[in-house]
Structures are given as C-alpha cells and as structure tokens.
C-alpha cells in the first residue's frame, strides 16, 4: 500500500492556491479586512492564539482543513486516544494522553486499567516527593536531600529539565534539581561539585535502561556516592524510572524504588509519567497534578473541537502550508519568558525526532518535505542574536511567539518591557517599514503566530506542552508518517559502539579514509 498526499486533489489544490495567492501580503490582507485580527484567533482553554500575522486567507484555511480531513486526521486522532497501536513499526500504542486522564475516568486498554496503573504510579511518585520535601527520607547518615541530580537523557532529559526550569517559581527552594544528560565526563563532574554525597538523591531515568550515557552517568555517580558512604548507601541514594525492571536490578536498584511506566509511552512523550519525578520532587504533588490537569484540558480540546477551531490543529496546518506549499525550511519558536528557555530545545526532540522521516508509514519513500528544523531562544536574548535574520535575511521563517500577561516573578516594570518587545516584534515582523535607504528598509510580511496565556504556572505549561504534542501528531498525520519510531538515532550508536574499541587500541583501521584518519588523529595523543 502506498500513501502519497502530495498525489491527492485536496494538496493539488493548495499548490494551485499557493501559487495564485503569492503575490499577497500580510499587510494587504490587514488593509482588505478590518476584523481580521479577531477572525484568525481562537480564545480557548486561557490560551489566546491570534493567527492572523500570516500569510493566509479564509480559503488557504478552508483548503488545509479539507486536507486534513482527506487524510483522515480526525480518525487518526481518535485512535490514538483509543490505544490503537498507531505505532505500527514497533507495534505499539500511542497513549500519553492517558497519563493524564482525571483518576475518576477508568481507561481500559484490553483488559488493562490503565487508569488504576497510572493513579498508582502517581500515588508512588506522590509519597516519595513527599517524603523527599518533608525530609522523612533522609540519606544514608540521616540528613535531609538537598540535591537531585537527574542522570537521563533524550526525552529522559529534555522534558523534565524544561519543566523543573519553567516551574522554578514553584519549587521548593531549598532542593536543587540538576539534569545531567551527556556522556561528556564534563556534566557530571561539574554537577557534583555542588552536591554533597550525604545529601544528593539520584533519579536514574530511562525508558530502556539501556542508553549508553545514562547508564555510564549512572556507573559513575554510584561510584562518587560510594567512595564516600559505601554500598549501602545506594539504597536510599538511587532510584530509577523506567520501563525495564529487569535490567534496573541489573544496575543494583531495589525495584521497590523503582517508578514504573510503559512502552505505550514515547521517550519524547514521557514527561506526564514518571519521567516528571524529579519535577513532582521539587514542585510538589499538587502542582504536579495541576500540570497534568492542564495537559488533559488540551487534549479535550484537541479531542472536541472541530478542525477549524482547534489550536494544536491550526498550528499544524500552518506548519503544512509553509513547509509544503512555501518551502520554508524551519520554524522558530521564541518565548518571551526566561522560563521557557529549554522550550525549544524540548520541543526539537518532540517535533524533529517525530516527524524528521523520508519514508511513509507504509515504508515507501515521500516525495514531499516533512518536519522542519525547529530552533529559538527566549526573547528579548533573541532579539540580540538572531533576529537580524528573520527581519532582513532572505529566508521565510513562520515564528510562535509565546507570551503571558502576569510575571511569575516580579519586578519593576520588567515584564512591559519584556512585552512591549513581545508586541513590536510581531508588528515589525509582519508591517516591516519602508525607508529611503535600502539597507534600512524592512520588507516585513514574516508570518508569526501569537500564543499568550495569563500566567505561566503548571497548568498553563501543561497546555503549551499538549498543545505542541498534538500539533506535531496532526502533521505526522498529514504526511502520512508515523511520528513515533526513531529509528534515525540507530545507525550512529552502531558506529560508535564498533568504534569505542578502537580508540583504545592500535589496531589497523578498517573505515573510510576520513574517518581512520581522524581516529588516528585522536590516538596519537
Ligand atoms: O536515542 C534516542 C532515544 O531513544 C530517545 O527517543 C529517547 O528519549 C532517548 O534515546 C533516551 O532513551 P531512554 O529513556 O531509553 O534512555
């Protein structure tokens, strides 16, 4: 079976609509419409998205919906939902969402109740973190954790090193949370420095707790905590999240701490499950469940609302239309909030390892561009830096840029400012400005969407990170790709497991030039 969209009427009929509509300008769409702005928003679940900055119509609108549904998104959708195994590669369901289901609504996967196994977790979860925040759990000599140092990485890392950052005006202030992520001997021993063996707890996360990094990270901070407080120490020093029991015995971690999830959660999906230990940890249960509990209100959103209406499905078919029809080639995403500072590098494993695929779910070659390269920084930092690019270069690059009405923490008239800069740079982004001077004229007509929120606190974080979960899932489905294998990051640990050996030998080389002799290179030191 074959699937090739960019075969059907409906993506024939965007390429003829793209074509007749290039000449238009956002500015010219604004002169032609005095209620524009408020016709391309959609005011929803305390998210105001405002849409209207783009190089859109009503019709360009009308025809990407008509996509969508020829692709059969809303059944794609819903089966997801259901746990139909949507991850056919590896023979699998898709269920993240209900990580995140009121403990109320029983979920049954087969004769599972996924809901009573996801309520048990978070009771587990919910008990420790408070043990760990009252100081009930002690360390081996009987003091208080001060330190949690997260030894995890990919969608291990990203997701909760986001949130604990983000989350970071509700955490308990006298608990360090530090993610250390790469192999690098460098994270780890810079981390220990500020951590204290009687006091530091160490959350080992892996889906597969097979990851070479993790697992080498782990190795030695069991060896840094014993060299001090022997092997009994590890008992109440270490504790893993992971899908493999077996394998976190191996390591020497009493299952009994151990925080289960399941293979029916994506790395890049997994923050919701046990993944957010160390975020529960230091945000404690209530924020944590108030997280989920704003990740579920956008689910149902994504669930009910029509096409037309619906943020996550709108920002997908945004992403299709510049992708596919105006060949832009990334996409930015730009915070204006400090908080969100890991957000893009979070969402660059959610979006480019879903969806960077050549190749249909059917296993046959697309001939149409999927995923964009997904970057950004928080503003104003950007502004700084980059923006220059965006403004004056000559590439097209569709923008979010994320904002809230209140600062979390306060001070002076820094947040208008902050906002101020928010609201310029979308007008400029998209009016531009015409001066005698070429080298200071702005072409504008850059496309922008704006989300802004009222706060960002734990439900808040929950809808934006949903809201990107659902977004990439409607273009995967689009492209007609399955957005939840990853069989890309194979190849290279291959290579550098048969590597390794060699960097520690003086064995004959066997690759290609290059590489013997950038091997050779490193050996001769
Ligand atoms: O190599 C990619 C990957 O498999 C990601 O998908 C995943 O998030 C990461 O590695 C970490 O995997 P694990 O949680 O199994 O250690």
Redesign the pocket.
Known sequence: MTFQVDATDEWLALSTHAQATKDLTIASLFEQDDKRAQDFTIDTEDIFFDYSKHRITQETMALLTKLARSQDVENQRDAMFAGSKINTTENRAVLHTALRRPSTDQFMLGDTDVSAKVENVLTQMSTFSDAIRNETHTGHTGKPIKSIVNL???????GPAMAYEALLPYSKRDLAVHFVSNIDPTDLSETLHHCDPETTLFVI???????I??LTNAHSARVWLTTSLGDEAVEKHFVAV???AEKVAAFGINTDNMFEFWDWV???Y?LPSA?GLSVMIAVGPTHFREFLAGMHAMDTHFQTAPLEHNIPVIMALLGVWYTNFLDAQSHAVLPYSQQLRRFPAYLQ?LDM?SNGKSVDRYGTAVTHDTGPIIWGEPGTNGQHAFYQLIHQGTRLIPCDFIGFKEATSPLGDHHDLLMSNFFAQTQALAFGRDHDNPQRGFEGNQPTSTLLANKLDPATLGKLVACYEHKVFTMGAIWGINSFD?YG??LG?ELATKIQPDLQSNTTLSYDSSTNQLIDQYRSI
């Open positions: 995890g990485i990919g969608g291990s890392d990203l996360v892996s889906k597969s707790f097979g990851t990094e993790t992971s899908t493999n994506g790395g890049r997994s993944v494993q390892e990853q990051v194979e640990k």
